[in-house]
Nanobody
């Protein structure tokens, strides 16, 4: 069972950038599809973006498309979420999740989850 740990969250002003990392315990993390989700207070956990296994195609929610990118760092068994032009509405706890097979937008399809990292964007 793979274990995931997110890092890189924090407090940032609107318009700024943050990079979140999701580091895995499995050395073949490249074989997993990885999704990023977020949950704001009082709201459901929502899809942010996903990356297919072996750095295939990406998929992003419309709300972050053009501002967020996802990349792999296989040397570190990690997947990074680069967040640019941050907005106050991006404030949430960000989670990474992993699964074998293709990526999906459904959180129920991901069996492995990290503990989350807080991102707060001030106006």
């Amino acid at each position: 069972q793979v274990q995931l740990v997110e890092s890189g969250g924090g407090l940032i002003q609107a318009g700024g950038s943050l990079r979140l990392s999701c580091t895995a315990s499995d050395r073949v993390f490249a074989a997993y599809a990885v999704g990023w989700f977020r949950q704001a207070p009082g709201k459901d956990r929502e899809f942010v973006g996903a990356l297919r296994s072996n750095s295939g195609p990406r998929d992003f929610a419309d709300s972050v498309k053009g501002r967020f990118t996802i990349s792999r760092d296989n040397a570190k068994n990690a997947v990074n979420l680069q967040m640019d032009s941050l907005k106050p509405e991006d404030t949430a706890i960000y989670y990474c999740a992993a699964r074998f097979g293709g990526y999906t937008r459904s959180r129920d399809d991901y069996p492995y989850w990290g503990q989350g990292t807080q991102v707060t964007v001030s106006s």
